[in-house]
């Protein structure tokens, strides 16, 4: 299974980013995907999952959702904060992780 995610960039306090996350290779369905983060320094961080889990720095800006028949789960963050600022990665948030991907840097300036 791969994992490749997009849509990071350089955005400002209070601006919007749409993540996308490519799942490729052998599984069933994307429901059990979500996304992480690690800002520098920091431990890697849940942020949100199919299945319903919303990180409480993250309530009320971010919305996880997934198009199956695209096998593609995107993450919409608006209202960005600097200290959102960080390396997004998709991955399982259920049982053994995939190989991790490269992620996709997202950086908010204030």
């Known amino acids: 299974v791969q994992l490749q995610a997009s849509g990071g960039g350089l955005v400002q306090a209070g601006g919007s980013l749409r993540l996308s996350c490519v799942v490729s290779?052998?599984?069933?369905?994307?429901?059990?995907i979500g996304w992480y983060r690690q800002a520098p320094g920091k431990q890697r961080e849940l942020v949100a999952t199919i299945a319903g889990y919303t990180a409480r720095s993250v309530k009320g800006r971010f919305t996880i959702a997934g198009d199956n028949t695209k096998r593609t789960v995107y993450l919409q963050m608006n209202r960005l904060k600097p200290e959102d600022t960080a390396v997004y990665y998709c991955?399982?948030?259920?049982?053994?992780?995939?190989?991790w991907g490269q992620g996709t840097l997202v950086t908010v300036s204030s």
């Open positions: 290779g052998r599984i069933l369905s994307i429901s059990d």
């Open positions: 991955n399982r948030d259920v049982g053994s992780w995939y190989t």
